[in-house]
């Protein structure tokens, strides 16, 4: 079964940086869509960046030019590096893949991510 795992997390000041991992198993990685998500407390979830099988990124409008999302095929891992990192940008991180032909998506477990003023 595919597995997403996801680290990274911490508590960090305002104008600080993180890089969140997922590690994810099975073959299937490379030819999938993946994207970070995140759930503020109180909030809905909602979608930070993608990327591509082809690499090809996407972000929220307001993260644009601080997130950097990135994938490595050959470990299997998709990150996403957080720079000058803002309070409002606290929640859970979640890592979601989404299969080639294959209904469906996966999610995994999260990690948190706290910013203090």
């Known amino acids: 079964q595919l597995q997403l795992v996801e680290s990274g997390g911490g508590l960090v000041q305002a104008g600080g940086s993180l890089r969140l991992s997922c590690a994810a198993s099975?073959?299937?990685?490379?030819?999938?869509?993946l994207g970070w998500y995140r759930q503020a407390p109180g909030k809905q979830r909602e979608l930070v960046a993608t990327i591509t099988s082809g690499g090809s990124a996407k972000y929220a409008d307001s993260l644009k030019g601080r997130f950097t999302i990135s994938r490595d095929n050959a470990k299997n891992t998709v990150a996403l590096l957080m720079n000058s990192l803002k309070p409002e940008d606290t929640g859970v991180y979640y890592c979601n893949l989404k299969p080639p032909v294959v209904r469906g998506e996966f999610w995994g477990q999260g990690t948190q991510v706290t910013v203090s003023s």
């Open positions: 099975g073959s299937i990685f490379r030819f999938s869509d």
